[in-house]
């Protein structure tokens, strides 16, 4: 956060908190229980607030829609996602899709713009079923012994089985529960760094940084394994893999190093996998307390399925089981925040926003904006019609983001996330585990923090 206020009193600058700590600001609380300390202050001052860190170090917290809009769309060439977002999530991703920038950046996404075409999706979702049909024999052994189990480990092996093959080709599912636990780790490790913490340098053998780097050579082994394998072949698939292997500089018609192929390829697996796995984790614990949306859940997908499978092609006669997920995203958006930095002055809203300054947009409470949603806890799909969606703002709904770096995969998530759901809701009633905690892990991601027990009862 790297920001000095100006001093001219004609610039109107955005109202702070009151109680900040005369050295510190707002550097606690914010560590401590930032979801919780943001909800706070978004009831209590509105839509554009102040916070100060250490002195002389402040930020916005920006949650209006039309205010979301003029950063991510109307004067998105003002705004970058700056060291606070980029360093830390450059420690795991490298130069990816994700942290890079300018002209590079959009080479690399021109590059993979095809693979997530419709006519690609389309192709994917054989593979989503089929990757879930490999885990019925497991539910249904669960579900005639009534034993309870983490769902949030199932939905993150199963999406990261299917992120492998559909984008690369590559089964990683033997390796998925160590993937996985490396990345929790790697994540939490991100998460925390973007937080106002004195920093420590990675060199330095702190316990925290010793187990991060253990947890990014684990990644790294699985991602190299990919590339070597690959590159070994005479005959690769067409995949998205083998684009950017195929990919040449323009001037000087060098391919992608193994460096450049890494960075590229663990963005889009830790992308691909996180963030669907956590949408479907709480969309099966919405099952759990909303018995009428299970069951129309169910209806719809027992008309149309029939006891199959289902196809992309099913999902255009499955409207409600899309509504679901998109109404899980918004009160529970795995990606819940989104930096950015203000390269130069700007206004927002009326206030003065200077250069440099760090503008955090905020899924979770825009997506809670009750002048956008009516009694914005409820769940209701109902919200997600073509004619309801239509009437909102643009940017009241944004769980991918917007602007010219919008979500790449976001109808792959979309798809893949409505075809395991319509499958669950086929087969299973969905019960929470007795006495089961429920509560959030916002380190990163917006993660169940204790994952979630479920019991599954196998329907006639």
Known sequence: MEATLPTSSEKRLAPMPRGQHWLFGSFLPVRNDLLNFYTRAFREMGDIIRFRGLPGLYWHLVLHPSHVEHVLLRNQQNYRKGKVFDGPIGLITGNGLLTSDGDFWRRQRKL???????????????????????????????????????IAQDMAALTLSIAGLT????????????????????????????????????????????????ARRRLDATVYRIIETRRKQLAPPPDLLSMLMAARDEETGAGMSDEQLRDEIITLLLAGHETTAITLTWAAYILTQEPAVAERLHD???????????????????PYARMVIEETMRLYPPAWGLPREAINDDEIGGYHIPGRTLVALNQFLT????????????????????????????????????????????????????????????????????????EFDTMFTLRPKHGVQVIFERRA
């Open 167 to 214: 984008l690369f080709s590559t089964p990683v599912g033997e390796e998925a529960d160590a993937f996985g636990r490396s990345l929790r780790l790697a994540f939490d490790f991100v998460g925390f760094k973007m937080r106002p913490t004195l920093p420590v340098p990675l060199w330095v053998p702190t316990p925290a940084n010793l187990r991060f780097k253990a």
């Open 300 to 318: 719809e997908a027992a008309s149309v399925l029939r006891g199959a499978a289902p196809t992309a092609d099913d999902l255009r006669r499955m």
């Open 112 to 150: 993979m713009q095809p693979s997530f075409h419709r006519q690609a999706l389309a192709g994917f979702a054989a593979t989503m079923t089929e990757e879930t049909e490999k885990l019925l024999p497991r539910w249904d052994a669960l579900a005639a012994q009534g034993a309870p189990f983490d």
């Open 367 to 438: 997506h809670r904006h009750p002048d956008f949603w009516e009694d914005p806890e409820r769940f209701d799909p109902e919200r997600f019609t073509p004619e309801r969606a239509a009437a909102r703002p643009m940017f009241a709904y944004f769980p991918f983001g917007g602007g010219q770096r919008v979500c790449i995969g976001s109808q792959f998530a979309l798809m893949e996330a409505a075809l395991v759901l319509a499958r669950l809701a086929q087969r299973y009633r969905i019960r929470l585990a007795p006495q089961h905690p429920i």
